[in-house]
């Protein structure tokens, strides 16, 4: 069964940091990209970042580029997310998903449970 | 960037009746569009993808139709459990972009 499991949201004060992970399961890890989604409290949902399924390509909204960076780690099946200068607007749960490839058109076929980030002072 | 406009926002109905989800993109995205549901506090689910492919486990209530830039999702006969939100999104091109949601409500 394959299973994704968000961790490290929080509470952060405005141009602080966090990192976030996501651990996976159920699957054969590197042979997918994986990708963050954010859902603002009450609000639908927007795509953050992709990471090809060996790590050399990654891709950014415009709204976090230069501030967040996409990682992984194969050996120990896991997806990371480090959030620097943080902003009120990046206030989220934010979901890993995984996606077949991260150059070949393909929808988000699992997603995890989702890890709030709280920017506040 | 490609603009994915849901209508309607918001859609009052009774089970058993027949629902439609419209979502219009700014630009062609060929069929690269997804369907997800979601329910409050869970993450959002893969209905359909390539605008018209049922998602193996869904249920064949649920299908979708469309290409280039119009597309919608039919529920033929809504269940007690289709309460909940949809999304469409885009997987054409980066930066990949979903659609504003329709609240699918009780009437």
């Known amino acids: 069964e394959v299973q994704l499991l968000e961790s490290g949201g929080g509470l952060v004060q405005p141009g602080g940091s966090l990192r976030l992970s996501c651990a996976a399961s159920g699957f054969t890890f590197s042979g997918y990209a994986m990708s963050w989604v954010r859902q603002a409290p009450g609000k639908g949902l927007e795509w953050v970042s992709v990471i090809s399924n060996g790590g050399a390509t990654t891709y950014y909204a415009d709204s976090v580029k230069g501030r967040f960076t996409i990682s992984r780690d194969n050996s120990n099946n896991a997806l990371y997310l480090q959030m620097n200068s943080l902003r009120a607007e990046d206030t989220a749960v934010y979901y890993c998903a995984r996606r077949t490839a991260v150059n070949t058109p393909a929808p988000f076929d699992y997603w995890g449970q989702g890890t709030l980030v709280t920017v506040s002072s | 960037d490609i603009q994915m406009t849901q209508s309607p926002s918001t859609l009052s109905a009774s089970v058993g009746d027949r629902v439609t989800i419209t979502c219009r993109a700014s630009q062609s995205i060929s069929s690269w569009l997804a369907w997800y549901q979601q329910k409050p506090g869970k993450a959002p689910n893969l209905l359909i993808y390539k605008a018209s492919s049922l998602e193996s486990g869904v249920p064949s209530r649920f299908s979708g139709s469309g290409s280039g830039t119009e597309f919608t999702l039919t529920i033929s006969s809504l269940q007690p459990d289709d309460f909940a939100t949809y999304y469409c999104?885009?997987?054409?091109?980066?930066?990949?972009?979903f659609g504003g949601g329709t609240k699918v409500e009780i009437k």
């Open positions: 999104q885009q997987y054409n091109s980066y930066p990949l972009t």
